[in-house]
Structure formats: structure tokens, C-alpha cells
């Protein structure tokens, strides 16, 4: 049952889209996301879609590790469909059949709506799957530190983050240990309606939030150990640089968000 | 209630990038009232194997049968193995979780089933058979205890389940030497007065020599040596060579066989060893070479606990 859960998709790799400072990445994803709420009509969808063919051929990642990001999506996507299939009304009807009603404008959302979410997906995914969760922390950090003059807390973000995703491991094998632990003891976590199910997991969290708590105390006690007081002052043993391919790939960026906004003034 | 292993193979996350085979093709037959010390370095196996005995791991391959049931198929009742096989993880105390002892160590009887009165019963029988007073602690939150006492409270949690076999994982890791030796007295008890078969993982020689009717040594996921603590501790470099070492009694002989001194090499307990020095003493003319040596062993800093 543990097993099903991936986490963090990183792919290792030494591509040039690995390659690329994270925030360089971030801010790509931003725009791209923009990007995305910009296009106006389906048509156009062809130039995300050759933006994310693009990265994703330059990150060697294969098209079945993409549609694997929308699996989890699955559901919602059938949702969106259907509703704005059948329920967003228009006045050129192409089938009318008992009391379902198809519009040719029902047809365009349903599409335009399921694009923007299975594009939404798909381009973020390209960045989790080729950059590191710390990676990606230290790009957020630096990315949020000029909301310092609001006294926006970065490092602390940053650091919590990095730490989150170091425990989960942790966390699922301590899970999965308690869980086997209980079981010998005749403990059932399959089987009887929710309300049984959702009782059969007190023996499982109390553990695994005494442990979760343990844990956090001696943590906080390695790192003061380690002399650790905050961002204040605090330098990186891995410095983040941009360079000639982050210039580029901002600027192949640059024209196709050029490109979605041109044609949406041409509709 | 023999528990019979065939040909068990176990890999995790097979198919994956980070499959790993744990254990590879072991077959053995576990006996009623054996005491079984399963020994092995650290990734060995060992607890690996031993989940595969209560049906918490399913066999990549291979067959486990237990009391004439092959437990590895489908449609098995689990609860009922769960009952006749109990098994204390390593570090037991991380699983406590209710409000007061009694009600943790009656977790197991509960779901089994059993009535009120019952389970009352198996609640005292247990506590009393771990050593912790009923009266003192049934009402106390697991969490005040000391970690000894709540690793007993959690080792009751399973005998309340009245198992015909209990597996012990490294039962004694990180208990100071009362605690350990509390623990080891309390499970040869068990295993002499309830006539249970008792399984107990270490890779401490010295608490499983003295205990243990037969060792299954294993190595890399390989059952390597496997036979009565005097035929595997005489093979010393074997033992050295995986890892693992031997009891001092027998670390001791050893070495003195090495400076030369006709000594046996089948021998591990104290009083034995003393024994085989004291009548080398005696037979030796060399005097004061010889006293030197077993006035070493006669006071050694810790007792090896006597078979
Ligand atoms: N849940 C798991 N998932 C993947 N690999 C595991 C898991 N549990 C144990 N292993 C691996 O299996 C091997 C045997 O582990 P284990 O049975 O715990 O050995 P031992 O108890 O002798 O220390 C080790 O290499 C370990 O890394
Ligand atoms: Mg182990």
C-alpha cells in the first residue's frame, strides 16, 4: 500500500534543462503558467504545447513519464470535461438527443478548460522531474528574499521546506514499521466501513506523531549543536550563478509568451 | 505447531530501480519448544526473515507453512496466524499508543475477539509475566514509564495474545546491562515455564549462546551456518569473517589456542571454561605461565550469564 506513494519525481540527470539555475526554472514555470491562462482559443494551445515538447526533449524525459503527472489528474480532468461539455449552454446545438444538449460552444470550453489543466500539469511537472527538492528550495529562498523588507521569513520557508522533504522517507518507513508492528498485534487497517477504518488508524498516528514530535526535538538539538541560528549571515556551499543557457532559455521563453499574446489580440 | 520455510525469497520493491533481494532461497523447519537464535550482521536479513513467519511480508517466492497451513496464500485468515505466531519488533516501546498500559497490552486480545473477562485476565497474566506490577502500572499512561518498562509493557502487548511461538527482534538493543539482563532472564522464562518456541534475533553472541537450542546464522541474506550454539561458535574465522564474533568464553580459548596452549575449541560458557583452564593449569608444570592466564579468566569484567 506504501509502495504507491512517489515522492519528490526528481530525475537525476545532466541535461541542460538540469542544468539551469533553479530560479531561472522557477521564473520560467511562472511565465509559462501565465502563458497558459493566456492562450485564447484551443487552437493555440500548439504553442505551449511545442514549448513543453521542447524542454522536455531537451530534459531527455520521455512522453510516458509526462502523462504519468496527469494520472493522479484522471478524475478531475473527466469532471471538467463533462461539465463544460454538457452544462455551459451556447446556441449552436450539434446534438440534441432525449435531455442532453451538446453546443459547439460546449465543445470549445470542455477542450479549452481540459488543455489549460493537462498543460498546467504537464509543464510543472517538467520542472519537479528535473530539478532537486533542494534545488528548488534554495531557488525559492532567493527568489522571496527581497520580501525581506516586509519581513517576510525566506530562509525559514526555505529551511522547512528542505527539512519536510528530508523526513518524509523517514516518515513512510517509521509509518510502515508501526503499521506492520500493529498488525502483528491483530491490528486491521483494510478492512470495515470508514468510521471502523478511520479508527483503526489511532494505533498508527499516536505512534507516529510521538515519534514526529522525538524527532523534531533532537533536530533542533543537532543543529544548535552545529551552531545553527537562523539565515543571518549564513553562507551557501553551493552558490547559485546564472549563465549563457539561462539567457537563453529566457529568451526562447520570451518569444513564445510574445507569440500567445499576439494571437490572442488577433482573435 | 512446526513452522516450516521453503525456499523463501524475498526482494523488495521488485521491478524498481531500487530492488533489493533481502533474503534468497531459505529453507528450515522450525520445531515446537526450540529456541531459535537467529544471528547475522546488520542487513543481514534477519528481519526480513522473521516477518515472513506471521504473514506481515509475502514471499517473492517461496512457501511459509505454519501449523500445516501455507499462510503465503490468498484467503488465509492472517489474524488467526497473528495469534499462534507473536512477533515483538525491534524497539517495541515506538508502538505503544493508548492511554494507559492496560489498555495498550489488551490492543491484541481485543482484536482477537476475546470477552471482557478474558481479556482482563490476559491483561494481568501478561504484565505479571514481564515483571511489572499490575496494581502499579494498569492505570499509568505507557509515555511516564522508563524505556525498559515500556519496552515490557510492549512485549506483554504481544504475549497477551497468548502466542504457541514468540519472535523476538534484537529484544535487548539499546537497554542498559539491568535492563538487558532483566529482559534475557524474563525470556528464557518464558520459553521454560510456557513451553513456547522462542525466536530471538541479536547479533550479540554473548545474550543468545547461553539461550539459544539452535543458531541460524545468516549472512547477505543467506541462511550460512545453522546448527547448536557449540557447533557454531567453534567455527570461529567463519563467524569473524561475516561480521559477527563469538562468545567471550569461547573469544577467550581462542585466543590462548593461538599462543599455543592445548585448549578445546567447542567449549563457550563460563563454567566450562573455567573448567578446561583450571585443568590445564593443573596438568601444566609450567607454574606461573600458566597461573598468569587463568587468573585472567577466573574474574573476567562481565559474567557470561550461565547456560
Ligand atoms: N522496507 C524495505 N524496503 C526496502 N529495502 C529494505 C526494507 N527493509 C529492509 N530492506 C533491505 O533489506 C536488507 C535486509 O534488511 P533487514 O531484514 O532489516 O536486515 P537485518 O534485520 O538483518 O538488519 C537490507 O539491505 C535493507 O536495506
Ligand atoms: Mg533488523
Known amino acids: 500500500m506504501l509502495k504507491d506513494i512517489t515522492l519528490g519525481q526528481y530525475m537525476p540527470g545532466n541535461t541542460v534543462v538540469h542544468r539551469l539555475d533553479p530560479r531561472t526554472k522557477i521564473l520560467l514555470t511562472t511565465a ?48 471538467t470535461f463533462v461539465l463544460n461539455l454538457f452544462f455551459s449552454g451556447g446556441t449552436t446545438i450539434w446534438v440534441h438527443w432525449g435531455f442532453i444538449t451538446i453546443a459547439k460552444e460546449g465543445v470549445l470550453l470542455a477542450v479549452h478548460f481540459s488543455m489549460r489543466l493537462i498543460f498546467l500539469v504537464v509543464g510543472t511537472s517538467v520542472l519537479t522531474l528535473t530539478t532537486s527538492p533542494v534545488a528548488l528550495s534554495d531557488g525559492i529562498e532567493i527568489l522571496l528574499k527581497p520580501l525581506k523588507v516586509v519581513h517576510f521569513p525566506s530562509h525559514e520557508l526555505a529551511m522547512m521546506m528542505t527539512i519536510a522533504l528530508r523526513f518524509i522517507p523517514t516518515l513512510i518507513e517509521e509509518t510502515d514499521k508501526i503499521m506492520k508492528a500493529q498488525q502483528a498485534r491483530g491490528a486491521d487497517f483494510e478492512s470495515g466501513n470508514l468510521i471502523a ?70 482573435l | 505447531m512446526p513452522i516450516e520455510v521453503e525456499h523463501l525469497t524475498h526482494t523488495y520493491l521488485p521491478g524498481s530501480p531500487f530492488s533489493s533481494t533481502a533474503i534468497h532461497d531459505l529453507s528450515l523447519t522450525i520445531e515446537d519448544g526450540e529456541f531459535i537464535g537467529v544471528l547475522g550482521h546488520t542487513g543481514s536479513g534477519k528481519t526480513t526473515f522473521v516477518q515472513h513467519l506471521n504473514g506481515l511480508l509475502k514471499p517473492t517466492e517461496g512457501r511459509v507453512i505454519v501449523d500445516g497451513v501455507d499462510i503465503t496464500r490468498k484467503g488465509v485468515s492472517l489474524l488467526d496466524v497473528r495469534r499462534k505466531v507473536g ?42 509475566q514481564v515483571e511489572l506490577d499490575f496494581g502499579e502500572v494498569a492505570g499509568v499512561s505507557p509515555f511516564e514509564l522508563s524505556g525498559g518498562q515500556m519496552r515490557r509493557v510492549a512485549i506483554a502487548g504481544v504475549l497477551a495474545m497468548k502466542p504457541k511461538t514468540l ?18 532472564a524474563m525470556i528464557r522464562r518464558l520459553h521454560a515455564e510456557n513451553s513456547m518456541t522462542v525466536i530471538m534475533v541479536s547479533h550479540n553472541m554473548d545474550d543468545i549462546g547461553p539461550l539459544a537450542t539452535r543458531l541460524l546464522v545468516m549472512n547477505r541474506g543467506e541462511l550460512v551456518m545453522e546448527g547448536t550454539p557449540r557447533e557454531v561458535f567453534r567455527r570461529h574465522d567463519e563467524m569473524l569473517a561475516i561480521g559477527l564474533g563469538v562468545p567471550r568464553g569461547a573469544e577467550l580459548l581462542y585466543r590462548l589456542r593461538q599462543e599455543g596452549y592445548p585448549l578445546p575449541d567447542d567449549l563457550y560458557t563460563l563454567p566450562e571454561v573455567r573448567d578446561a583452564l583450571l585443568s590445564l593449569y593443573a596438568s601444566k608444570g609450567d607454574a606461573s605461565a600458566a597461573r598468569t592466564q587463568a587468573a585472567d579468566s577466573a574474574s573476567p569484567k562481565e559474567a557470561t550469564p550461565d547456560a
Open chain 2, 167 to 184: 519472535i523476538l527482534d534484537e529484544p535487548t538493543a539499546g537497554l542498559d546491562p539491568r535492563g538487558r539482563r532483566a529482559i534475557l
Open chain 1, 197 to 266: 477504518r478511520a479508527k483503526a488508524m489511532v494505533p498508527l498516528l499516536v505512534p507516529l506523531f510521538v515519534s514526529a514530535f522525538r524527532r523534531a526535538g533532537e533536530l533542533a538539538m543537532a543543529m544548535e549543536a552545529r551552531c545553527y541560528h537562523g539565515g543571518e549571515g549564513r553562507t551557501r556551499l553551493r552558490v547559485l550563478r546564472f549563465t549563457m543557457e539561462d539567457t537563453k532559455a529566457f529568451l526562447v521563453s520570451a518569444a513564445a509568451l510574445a507569440v500567445v499574446i499576439v494571437g490572442r489580440s488577433l
Open chain 2, 87 to 128: 512477533l515483538v519488533f525491534q524497539y517495541p516501546e515506538y508502538q505503544l499508543f493508548e492511554e494507559t498500559v492496560a489498555k495498550d497490552v489488551a490492543f491484541g486480545p481485543k482484536n482477537i475477539g476475546l470477552s471482557k473477562t478474558e481479556i482482563d485476565e490476559r491483561v494481568r497474566w501478561a504484565l505479571e
Open chain 1, 32 to 79: 509559462y503558467i501565465t502563458m497558459i491562462f493566456l492562450v485564447g482559443s484551443p487552437l493555440w494551445y500548439v504553442v505551449p504545447a511545442l514549448y513543453v515538447a521542447l524542454a522536455s526533449r531537451l530534459a531527455g524525459l520521455s512522453f510516458g513519464q509526462l502523462l504519468k503527472s496527469i494520472k493522479p489528474l484522471r478524475f478531475l480532468l473527466i469532471l
